[in-house]
Protein backbone atom coordinates (compact mmCIF):
# COMPACT_ATOMS: atom_id res chain seq x y z
CA UNK A 1 0.00 0.00 0.00
CA UNK A 2 1.76 3.60 -0.85
CA UNK A 3 1.85 5.24 1.78
CA UNK A 4 0.64 8.85 2.28
CA UNK A 5 2.18 9.96 5.98
CA UNK A 6 4.75 12.54 6.54
CA UNK A 7 6.37 15.66 4.59
CA UNK A 8 7.70 12.90 2.07
CA UNK A 9 4.92 11.57 1.23
CA UNK A 10 5.11 9.38 -2.21
CA UNK A 11 4.31 11.84 -5.73
CA UNK A 12 5.62 14.65 -3.80
CA UNK A 13 8.84 16.08 -5.40
CA UNK A 14 11.92 17.72 -3.68
CA UNK A 15 12.85 20.13 -5.98
CA UNK A 16 16.44 19.67 -4.95
CA UNK A 17 16.43 16.10 -5.16
CA UNK A 18 18.56 15.02 -8.38
CA UNK A 19 17.85 11.88 -10.88
CA UNK A 20 19.69 9.95 -12.44
CA UNK A 21 19.23 6.40 -14.84
CA UNK A 22 18.58 3.18 -12.80
CA UNK A 23 20.42 -0.22 -13.95
CA UNK A 24 20.33 -3.42 -13.27
CA UNK A 25 22.51 -6.25 -13.30
CA UNK A 26 21.54 -10.37 -13.17
CA UNK A 27 24.40 -11.76 -11.91
CA UNK A 28 25.95 -14.11 -9.61
CA UNK A 29 27.49 -12.71 -6.31
CA UNK A 30 30.66 -12.94 -5.75
CA UNK A 31 31.78 -13.23 -1.82
CA UNK A 32 35.61 -12.19 -2.19
CA UNK A 33 34.16 -8.57 -3.59
CA UNK A 34 36.11 -7.97 -6.87
CA UNK A 35 33.61 -9.45 -9.58
CA UNK A 36 29.90 -10.21 -9.83
CA UNK A 37 27.00 -8.36 -8.63
CA UNK A 38 29.67 -6.29 -6.02
CA UNK A 39 31.89 -5.41 -9.07
CA UNK A 40 28.98 -4.37 -10.80
CA UNK A 41 27.30 -2.10 -8.48
CA UNK A 42 30.42 -0.43 -7.56
CA UNK A 43 30.92 0.53 -11.14
CA UNK A 44 27.34 1.53 -11.33
CA UNK A 45 27.92 3.64 -8.43
CA UNK A 46 31.46 4.87 -9.56
CA UNK A 47 30.17 6.36 -12.96
CA UNK A 48 26.83 7.66 -11.41
CA UNK A 49 24.22 5.81 -12.21
CA UNK A 50 21.68 3.95 -9.61
CA UNK A 51 22.23 0.25 -9.64
CA UNK A 52 19.69 -2.67 -8.75
CA UNK A 53 20.71 -6.42 -9.04
CA UNK A 54 19.13 -9.68 -9.06
CA UNK A 55 21.29 -12.68 -7.67
CA UNK A 56 21.76 -15.87 -9.68
CA UNK A 57 23.90 -17.70 -7.47
CA UNK A 58 26.07 -17.13 -4.38
CA UNK A 59 29.50 -18.09 -5.17
CA UNK A 60 32.49 -18.75 -2.31
CA UNK A 61 35.15 -17.57 -4.03
CA UNK A 62 38.21 -14.94 -3.76
CA UNK A 63 40.44 -13.83 -6.54
CA UNK A 64 42.62 -17.34 -6.79
CA UNK A 65 39.19 -19.27 -7.37
CA UNK A 66 35.97 -21.00 -6.56
CA UNK A 67 35.11 -22.98 -4.29
CA UNK A 68 31.54 -23.30 -4.13
CA UNK A 69 28.78 -22.28 -6.04
CA UNK A 70 24.77 -22.25 -4.80
CA UNK A 71 22.44 -21.50 -7.10
CA UNK A 72 19.18 -19.64 -6.43
CA UNK A 73 16.40 -21.05 -7.83
CA UNK A 74 14.76 -19.69 -10.98
CA UNK A 75 11.63 -18.26 -9.62
CA UNK A 76 13.47 -16.19 -6.95
CA UNK A 77 15.55 -14.88 -9.43
CA UNK A 78 12.60 -13.71 -11.64
CA UNK A 79 10.76 -12.10 -8.21
CA UNK A 80 14.00 -9.84 -8.15
CA UNK A 81 13.97 -8.73 -11.76
CA UNK A 82 9.67 -8.19 -11.28
CA UNK A 83 10.38 -6.15 -8.04
CA UNK A 84 12.82 -3.95 -9.17
CA UNK A 85 11.22 -3.26 -12.48
CA UNK A 86 7.71 -2.69 -10.50
CA UNK A 87 9.22 0.11 -9.05
CA UNK A 88 12.73 1.31 -11.27
CA UNK A 89 12.37 2.28 -14.88
CA UNK A 90 15.20 0.00 -15.89
CA UNK A 91 15.79 0.95 -19.24
CA UNK A 92 19.22 -0.81 -19.59
CA UNK A 93 20.31 -4.25 -17.91
CA UNK A 94 23.34 -6.70 -18.07
CA UNK A 95 23.85 -10.05 -17.26
CA UNK A 96 26.64 -12.00 -16.01
CA UNK A 97 27.25 -15.38 -14.69
CA UNK A 98 23.64 -17.30 -14.92
CA UNK A 99 24.79 -21.21 -13.97
CA UNK A 100 21.92 -22.56 -15.48
CA UNK A 101 19.39 -23.28 -18.80
CA UNK A 102 16.38 -22.68 -16.03
CA UNK A 103 17.76 -19.27 -15.32
CA UNK A 104 18.91 -18.06 -18.39
CA UNK A 105 14.95 -18.88 -19.19
CA UNK A 106 13.63 -16.61 -16.81
CA UNK A 107 15.98 -14.11 -17.20
CA UNK A 108 15.05 -13.92 -21.25
CA UNK A 109 11.08 -14.12 -20.52
CA UNK A 110 11.02 -11.25 -17.85
CA UNK A 111 13.75 -8.82 -20.02
CA UNK A 112 11.07 -8.91 -23.39
CA UNK A 113 8.25 -8.77 -20.46
CA UNK A 114 9.35 -5.80 -18.27
CA UNK A 115 10.41 -4.02 -21.64
CA UNK A 116 13.97 -3.79 -20.67
CA UNK A 117 15.20 -1.76 -24.11
CA UNK A 118 18.94 -2.74 -23.88
CA UNK A 119 20.57 -5.84 -22.43
CA UNK A 120 24.30 -6.52 -22.22
CA UNK A 121 25.03 -9.99 -22.30
CA UNK A 122 28.18 -10.90 -20.55
CA UNK A 123 28.25 -14.17 -21.69
CA UNK A 124 30.12 -15.77 -18.44
CA UNK A 125 31.12 -19.14 -18.65
CA UNK A 126 34.50 -20.13 -17.04
CA UNK A 127 36.63 -18.20 -14.34
CA UNK A 128 40.18 -17.35 -14.80
CA UNK A 129 40.96 -20.39 -12.76
CA UNK A 130 38.93 -22.40 -14.85
CA UNK A 131 36.05 -23.37 -13.02
CA UNK A 132 32.63 -23.51 -15.10
CA UNK A 133 30.30 -21.47 -14.45
CA UNK A 134 27.71 -21.78 -16.68
CA UNK A 135 26.36 -25.59 -16.77
CA UNK A 136 27.27 -27.56 -20.36
CA UNK A 137 23.16 -27.68 -21.09
CA UNK A 138 22.84 -24.18 -20.34
CA UNK A 139 25.47 -22.89 -23.54
CA UNK A 140 22.64 -23.71 -25.93
CA UNK A 141 19.78 -21.76 -24.10
CA UNK A 142 22.16 -18.76 -23.48
CA UNK A 143 23.03 -18.83 -27.28
CA UNK A 144 19.16 -20.04 -28.80
CA UNK A 145 17.00 -17.83 -25.94
CA UNK A 146 19.44 -14.73 -24.79
CA UNK A 147 22.06 -13.67 -26.95
CA UNK A 148 19.21 -13.18 -29.83
CA UNK A 149 17.32 -9.99 -27.26
CA UNK A 150 21.00 -8.54 -26.43
CA UNK A 151 21.84 -5.12 -27.87
CA UNK A 152 25.86 -6.11 -27.40
CA UNK A 153 27.77 -9.45 -26.03
CA UNK A 154 31.03 -8.70 -24.48
CA UNK A 155 33.02 -12.08 -24.82
CA UNK A 156 36.56 -12.26 -23.73
CA UNK A 157 38.69 -14.20 -25.98
CA UNK A 158 37.48 -18.20 -24.24
CA UNK A 159 33.90 -17.16 -24.52
CA UNK A 160 34.48 -15.37 -27.99
CA UNK A 161 35.89 -19.35 -28.66
CA UNK A 162 33.81 -20.79 -27.50
CA UNK A 163 31.10 -19.16 -29.28
CA UNK A 164 32.50 -19.03 -32.72
CA UNK A 165 33.86 -22.47 -32.44
CA UNK A 166 37.40 -22.09 -32.89
CA UNK A 167 40.90 -21.40 -31.35
CA UNK A 168 41.67 -17.53 -31.56
CA UNK A 169 45.13 -16.94 -31.10
CA UNK A 170 45.85 -13.69 -33.55
CA UNK A 171 44.40 -10.21 -33.49
CA UNK A 172 43.28 -11.05 -37.20
CA UNK A 173 41.27 -14.23 -35.50
CA UNK A 174 39.41 -12.22 -32.94
CA UNK A 175 38.77 -9.66 -35.56
CA UNK A 176 37.23 -12.60 -37.31
CA UNK A 177 35.52 -14.13 -34.24
CA UNK A 178 33.56 -10.38 -33.63
CA UNK A 179 32.49 -10.55 -37.14
CA UNK A 180 30.93 -14.06 -37.10
CA UNK A 181 29.67 -14.23 -33.53
CA UNK A 182 27.49 -10.65 -33.92
CA UNK A 183 26.53 -12.10 -37.75
CA UNK A 184 25.49 -15.77 -35.93
CA UNK A 185 23.26 -13.84 -33.15
CA UNK A 186 22.07 -10.84 -35.28
CA UNK A 187 23.62 -8.51 -32.08
CA UNK A 188 26.50 -6.39 -31.74
CA UNK A 189 29.96 -8.03 -30.10
CA UNK A 190 32.86 -6.80 -28.44
CA UNK A 191 35.53 -9.61 -28.71
CA UNK A 192 37.76 -8.60 -25.88
CA UNK A 193 41.46 -9.37 -27.00
CA UNK A 194 43.17 -9.23 -22.97
CA UNK A 195 44.29 -12.74 -22.99
CA UNK A 196 45.32 -12.24 -26.60
CA UNK A 197 49.36 -12.12 -26.17
CA UNK A 198 49.65 -11.59 -23.01
CA UNK A 199 53.20 -10.82 -23.11
CA UNK A 200 52.66 -8.14 -25.51
CA UNK A 201 52.38 -4.21 -24.58
CA UNK A 202 49.14 -3.39 -26.35
CA UNK A 203 45.38 -4.94 -25.39
CA UNK A 204 43.11 -5.16 -28.68
CA UNK A 205 39.39 -5.04 -28.18
CA UNK A 206 36.78 -5.59 -31.33
CA UNK A 207 33.40 -4.10 -31.72
CA UNK A 208 31.32 -5.68 -34.51
CA UNK A 209 28.25 -3.41 -34.88
CA UNK A 210 25.35 -3.31 -37.77
CA UNK A 211 28.39 -4.56 -40.34
CA UNK A 212 31.01 -2.43 -39.19
CA UNK A 213 33.99 -2.88 -37.30
CA UNK A 214 36.22 -0.98 -35.13
CA UNK A 215 39.55 -1.64 -33.76
CA UNK A 216 40.17 -0.64 -29.94
CA UNK A 217 44.20 -0.84 -28.91
CA UNK A 218 45.64 0.39 -25.66
CA UNK A 219 48.31 -0.42 -23.72
CA UNK A 220 48.25 -3.23 -21.23
CA UNK A 221 49.15 -2.15 -17.97
CA UNK A 222 51.57 -4.19 -15.77
CA UNK A 223 49.19 -6.05 -13.00
CA UNK A 224 49.37 -9.81 -11.31
CA UNK A 225 45.64 -9.90 -10.94
CA UNK A 226 42.88 -8.62 -13.27
CA UNK A 227 39.79 -10.46 -11.48
CA UNK A 228 36.70 -8.98 -12.11
CA UNK A 229 37.86 -6.58 -15.16
CA UNK A 230 35.30 -8.56 -17.41
CA UNK A 231 32.35 -7.68 -15.02
CA UNK A 232 33.36 -4.34 -14.81
CA UNK A 233 33.61 -3.57 -18.84
CA UNK A 234 30.44 -4.79 -18.80
CA UNK A 235 28.64 -3.24 -16.09
CA UNK A 236 30.77 0.33 -17.19
CA UNK A 237 29.23 -0.04 -20.72
CA UNK A 238 25.57 -0.47 -18.77
CA UNK A 239 26.28 3.05 -17.26
CA UNK A 240 27.94 4.85 -20.23
CA UNK A 241 24.72 3.54 -22.63
CA UNK A 242 22.66 4.73 -19.71
CA UNK A 243 23.97 8.06 -20.03
CA UNK A 244 23.26 8.56 -23.33
CA UNK A 245 26.79 7.53 -24.77
CA UNK A 246 26.54 5.23 -28.48
CA UNK A 247 27.69 2.21 -28.53
CA UNK A 248 31.10 3.16 -29.66
CA UNK A 249 31.84 5.83 -26.92
CA UNK A 250 30.72 3.43 -24.76
CA UNK A 251 32.88 0.88 -25.28
CA UNK A 252 35.69 3.26 -25.42
CA UNK A 253 34.98 4.92 -22.26
CA UNK A 254 34.54 1.21 -20.47
CA UNK A 255 37.85 0.83 -21.90
CA UNK A 256 39.48 3.43 -19.73
CA UNK A 257 37.50 3.00 -17.03
CA UNK A 258 38.81 -0.37 -16.42
CA UNK A 259 41.98 0.59 -17.39
CA UNK A 260 42.10 3.41 -14.94
CA UNK A 261 40.58 0.66 -12.47
CA UNK A 262 43.61 -1.77 -12.73
CA UNK A 263 45.86 0.74 -12.97
CA UNK A 264 44.83 1.88 -9.61
CA UNK A 265 45.01 -1.10 -7.83
CA UNK A 266 45.88 -1.49 -4.41
CA UNK A 267 47.34 -4.23 -1.92
CA UNK A 268 44.36 -5.50 0.13
CA UNK A 269 45.70 -9.00 1.90
CA UNK A 270 47.56 -10.97 -0.86
CA UNK A 271 45.78 -9.42 -3.10
CA UNK A 272 45.34 -6.37 -5.79
CA UNK A 273 41.76 -5.76 -6.41
CA UNK A 274 40.32 -3.39 -8.92
CA UNK A 275 40.18 -0.32 -7.56
CA UNK A 276 36.71 1.25 -8.39
CA UNK A 277 36.85 4.58 -6.60
CA UNK A 278 40.35 5.54 -7.99
CA UNK A 279 38.51 4.97 -11.65
CA UNK A 280 35.88 6.90 -11.11
CA UNK A 281 35.69 10.09 -13.27
CA UNK A 282 34.22 11.96 -9.92
CA UNK A 283 36.58 10.84 -7.80
CA UNK A 284 38.31 14.02 -6.01
CA UNK A 285 41.61 12.17 -6.09
CA UNK A 286 42.87 8.42 -7.23
CA UNK A 287 43.53 7.83 -3.19
CA UNK A 288 42.16 4.51 -2.68
Given at each position: ???????????????????????MT???SD??GG????A?????A???V????????????N?SG???I???S??F??A?????C???P????????????????????????EG?????V??????????????A???TA??????P?????T??????????????????EL??????I????D??C???????D????????V?????????????????????G??C???A???A??????????????????V???IE?????G??????F?A??????????
Open positions: MKSTAGPHKLGAVNPGFQTRPAVIACSGAGIQDLKTFALGFGTSAVTCLTAQPVTGYPVPEVRQILAVESFIQVAKTGMLFSAEIIRVVAEEDVRIEVLVDPVMVAASGARLLQEAVLCQELLQARVIPNLHEAEILCGHSISRVEVDAARQGANYVAVAKGGHLASGDTVVDLFDEGEQYIFEGPRIPTSETHAGAFSALVFLARGLSLYEAVEAARRFSRAGSVRIRHYPLNQASPFAVSNAP
